[in-house]
């Protein structure tokens, strides 16, 4: 980062107020011991399903439905009980999760969502990646099919409707462990209308990345299909340990300026921050958090590779992903903007790939 030579040595860790926010989050509360498959919607408390597919429901208490099961064998995380669902099927037939929480999320507020997952062991593929579409309220939707989240005004890859909001967590990991339960967990920023949300996968077939598990000559058909359970969403309560700061030169940055992050970086066509990418973003909050008066705008830029509309969505995204990581550390929503341009301010030629990559860059602007 341009001038800015402080070294800081930070030691804090964000912790969990124990809250879970999730309503019936191990699936122990349901009205009746399932006999048959796809007894999850309107047997289990607090869940629900947004489409026409059979989400199953298995318990302990049930030698039909239990942890020996037409899909394979897991005995639950916790408790006595788990749900299971179709994350990839052939025509694009999708099986989801749909969760109630039990007070509305508040804006600009960080919360971690955590839940577990197993593949199940006859399933042919495994998922890169699980996503959760946070809604205002339950969604009822009549098809089985994915298309129906995908063409309604919900748009959830196009985020065109502010109250639907779809995250993804770890892209670069496939969920293929068909014998224990897999931890996955994803820090997020309310906007404030969170009521409920859904587990699942929103890309259709073309779009799905998968492993092979299984050669498909021993199945029917392709499918990947996944047991959950324990699902938790707790608040994040920042809570500082100690600082030691070790201050070799006055910081330079100037307000008003445009600087450029150096090491804030993505994988193509990806806006999720790598891990390189975060010391630089914790010293930018160091600063501000010394300047309590100083107000910071982040700005995405992409080169002119592709179509336009998604240069620009793409911008958008990565300059909102460092807004959140900065709110993530404690800087408040009041004190921070971010905006997406695309490929429209070019810093030099897209002809050559030397100019290209200093296209695609993320700047900040500190203001007083």
Known sequence: MKHLIFTFFIFFSLLSSSQNLVLNPSFEDYERCPEIIGQFSRNV???SIPNLGSTDFFSTCSKAVGSHNYIGYQMPKDGKSYAGFYAFSPDNYREYVQGELSELLEEGKAYKLTF?????????DALKGIQVLFTEQKLVLSTKSFKAISETNINPKKHTNKRFRLHSTDSELFYNDRVNWTKV?????????????????FNNNKRTELQEILKTTKAKHQFSYYYIDDISIEPLVKEEKGIIIEKTKEPKLKTNEIYTFKNVLFDID??????????????LYSHLKSNPSFKVEIYGHTDNTGIENRNKELSEQRAKAVADYLILQGLN???????GYGSSQPLSTNDTEEGKQQNRRVTFKIID
Not at 116 to 124: G, P, V
Not at 270 to 283: D, F, Y
Not at 333 to 339: D, L, P
Request: glycine letters at 6%; aromatic letters at 12%.
């Open 45 to 47: 408390t607090g869940w």
């Open 116 to 124: 577990y997952i197993s593949l199940a062991e006859n399933s042919t």
């Open 185 to 201: 967990s994803l820090e997020f920023i309310a906007e404030g209308y969170e009521t409920h949300f859904l587990i699942g996968n």
């Open 270 to 283: 990806k806006a999720e921050l790598l891990v390189a990418s975060k010391e630089e973003l914790n010293q």
């Open 333 to 339: 929503t009041s004190r921070i903007k971010s905006f």
